[in-house]
């Protein structure tokens, strides 16, 4: 099985704070994802130039996408750069990690993510998306999502609906699974109504975490998921450090949480969500995935950023084949 990430493509500055402080220095909320133009992109780097520095390809879907390759699936992203630097970085950075890149390219500058790591690992994003949610739907080429079995999209991009819409009934007419990430509560309440209508018609997988869960259904975990797989074939609720829940049908299987206390707990939905979508596609049953999902959680969150190092993998891929054993 093969899985299509769609989603904002956005490199990753990943910057590790002294303290706490700095954040009300540059005027963001702890733990917030704040949107910004490229002009207060350049003013917070150039503030935080003095902090240690670390670039990497991101974007939700792309992070799950990368970590999908490199357990051995076939994975491709399609999103929007400018011709920049940063533009051609990513799409090379995406080649490296064995990710099928489908960019269109625009004249700019491609958009970018300010990571900020406080000293207790949680993270505060500042996000210039540059053209990356410009994708129109005549940019989505139903060729290339048959070449796959499923199709991964992103949340954010509920803001581009006619993208959405078009994609999801591309999908369906090539007998593509769906899978959605709700990827923020704030975007749950900005389109509540949009999901109740999408979510039934086409989605087949649902990703959320505890927050998101709650704002798209109005109630707990263990109640929101029941509630979220009487739409979608699987629904599935990650609840931090008390792991995650699964629900398809009347079955609902929980997991715990792996990697104890995080060094940074950037990308731990995306790697997630990759292991989740790995182990579907090997035919593995719903625990045996949700623990793939939730050992490659574990790694990332010893890390800075949404990358396990590659000397990682290889004991990842032994773990795996120990799960599925």
Known sequence: MSTLGLGNALVDILLKLDNEHTLTEIGIAKGAMDMIDEKQMIVIQRTLSHLERRQTPGGSVCNSMRALAKLGAHAGFIGKVGNDATGSYYEQALRIAGVTPYFTKVEGVSGCCTVLISPDGERTMATFLGPAPSLKPEDIREDIIARYNSIYIEGYLLVNEPLVRDTMKKAK?????????????????????????????????????????????????????????????????????????????????????????????????????????????????????????????????????????????????????????
């Open 173 to 325: 007419r090539a007998g593509v699974k769906i899978a959605l990430d709700l990827s923020n509560f704030n975007i749950v309440n900005a389109f509540k109504d949009m999901l109740d209508d999408i979510i039934p018609a086409y989605v087949d997988i649902l990703f959320s975490n505890e927050s998101e869960a709650k704002a798209f259904t109005g109630l707990e975990s263990g109640d929101a998921i029941r509630k979220m797989a009487q739409m979608v074939d699987i629904a599935i609720v990650t609840c931090g450090k008390e792991g995650a829940v699964v629900a398809h049908r009347d079955e609902t299987i929980r997991v715990i949480a792996e990697g104890g206390k995080p060094l940074d707990t950037t990308g731990a939905g995306d790697h997630f969500a990759a292991g989740f979508l790995y182990g579907l596609s090997v035919g593995a049953s719903l625990e045996q995935s949700a623990r793939i999902g939730s050992m490659l959680a574990g790694h990332v969150i010893n890390v800075i950023g949404p990358q396990i190092t590659d000397d990682q993998w290889k004991q990842i891929k032994l773990n795996v084949g120990s799960i599925l054993s």
